[in-house]
Structures are given as structure tokens and as C-alpha cells.
């Protein structure tokens, strides 16, 4: 039973460029999240999806977007790159009516803007 | 909007010694989460907490969560090399959807 996937896992972009980020989650999972890990720091709360929508989003700007697909898989892009965008990169996956609400969390990309 | 304070930042320990994390929060809490993230890791869930007063324990690990439900600590008994790492307290906050509000996280290096 495969974890919690992510794609690529290092990345290093320029100010100004496009990126996209890619998350399959753990089987049985429909529900996909998305976290920044800026060094030394706690993960933050980008947004979720689930049913293939954005269900609620964290404090991030508008260059921030998501997609879910039919098969639960999910999307992070981010445009307009600043150097404040280099951090890590985390999925995590849940299955949404489950009590216990664990986490999964994929390993992670590693952003880099030069 | 919601915080969750962690304190120690750092911590460092002789192996075989105890080491103890807390979680405060100004307001009153659904649940807290712990996460253990080991040096280029990724978060790994331990436990999660959601009565008043409640305690658990995994092994050498006891999770408190305070009776007003504002804040929560972890302790750790003995400490091993294979204890290293950053362990984060995280509220679950249920609005609509579900998102996790991360502590700053403690780092915990062992001299062995």
C-alpha cells in the first residue's frame, strides 16, 4: 500500500517563473492538503480539496492555486515565484468522514527560487 | 486567527535523560495533534488528543491534554538516539473543511 507521493522533490526556479507541484495521496484517501514548511519552521496551511474542490484556504495569495483530479490525486501551482516561495512542500492526505483525523504526509518538495 | 505557541524552541539532552514539550493556545481547542518530523523528513503523525484532562501513552511517550483544553504537552522518558527530531503539537480546527494549525515545533537533539 503506497504512502502519500509528491513530485518532484527538488525544484529550483527563478523569481517571476511558474511551478507546479504534484501530490498522489494513500489509497482509500479522498481528501488532499497542502502545507509550507519554511525552514526551522511549523508547516502552514496552504488549502484543501476535496470532491475535486477547494474546500477552505489558508492565509496564501492568489498565486497560489490547486486542482484535484477524479482519481484524488491533487496540484499545487504557484506563479509569480518570489524568493519568500523557497520552503518545502507538503501533502498530506485524510480520508474526510474518519473520526480520527490523522494526517498522511508525502515527503515533500523542495522549492528553491534563485 | 487561530495560534498554537510551543515552547522549547531547542532543546538538547544527554540520552537517557527526560524531555518535555508544550503547547499553549489563547483560546480553547477541539483536539491537538502531535507530529514527530525526523532531520529531512516529513511529519509523522503520534497522537491525538480531545477530552479534557486526557492522557496517553505510547511507550516511553505521555501526551497530556490540560483540562481547560488550551493547552497540551509531551513527554518523553529515558530519551534514545532514535528520539532526534521536531516534534510539533497541531490543533485541528473544523471549519467546513478540516485544517491543521502547526506549533513552531521543538527540535530535540541527544548526546549519546
Known amino acids: 500500500d503506497a504512502g502519500v507521493t509528491q513530485s518532484p522533490t527538488h525544484l529550483i526556479k527563478t523569481r517571476g517563473q511558474q511551478v507546479t507541484l504534484r501530490c498522489s495521496p494513500k489509497?482509500?484517501?479522498?481528501?488532499v492538503s497542502w502545507y509550507q514548511q519554511a525552514l526551522g519552521q511549523g508547516p502552514q496551511f496552504i488549502f484543501q480539496?476535496?470532491?475535486?474542490?477547494?474546500?477552505q484556504r489558508g492565509n496564501f495569495p492568489d498565486r497560489f492555486s490547486g486542482h484535484q483530479f477524479p482519481n484524488y490525486s491533487s496540484e499545487l501551482n504557484v506563479n509569480a515565484l518570489l524568493l519568500g516561495d523557497s520552503a518545502l512542500y507538503l501533502c498530506a492526505s485524510s480520508f474526510r468522514d474518519r473520526g480520527v483525523n490523522e494526517q498522511f504526509f508525502g515527503p515533500g518538495t523542495r522549492l528553491t527560487v534563485l | 486567527g487561530q495560534q498554537v505557541m510551543q515552547i522549547p524552541q531547542y532543546q538538547h539532552v544527554q540520552e537517557g535523560e527526560d524531555f518535555t514539550t508544550y503547547c499553549n493556545s489563547s483560546t480553547t481547542l477541539s483536539n491537538i495533534q502531535w507530529y514527530k518530523q525526523r532531520p529531512g523528513g516529513h511529519p509523522v503523525f503520534l497522537i491525538q488528543?480531545?477530552?479534557?484532562?486526557e492522557v496517553k501513552k505510547q511507550k516511553r511517550l505521555t501526551f497530556q491534554f490540560g483540562e481547560a483544553k488550551k493547552n497540551s504537552s509531551l513527554h518523553i522518558t529515558a530519551t534514545q538516539t532514535t528520539d532526534v527530531g521536531t516534534y510539533f503539537c497541531?490543533?485541528?480546527?473544523?471549519?467546513?473543511?478540516?485544517?491543521?494549525?502547526f506549533g513552531q515545533g521543538t527540535r530535540l537533539t541527544i548526546n549519546p
Open positions: 488528543l480531545v477530552k479534557s484532562g
Open positions: 489509497s482509500g484517501h479522498d481528501t
Open positions: 497541531a490543533a485541528l480546527i473544523r471549519q467546513g473543511a478540516q485544517k491543521l494549525v
Open positions: 480539496y476535496y470532491e475535486e474542490e477547494e474546500r
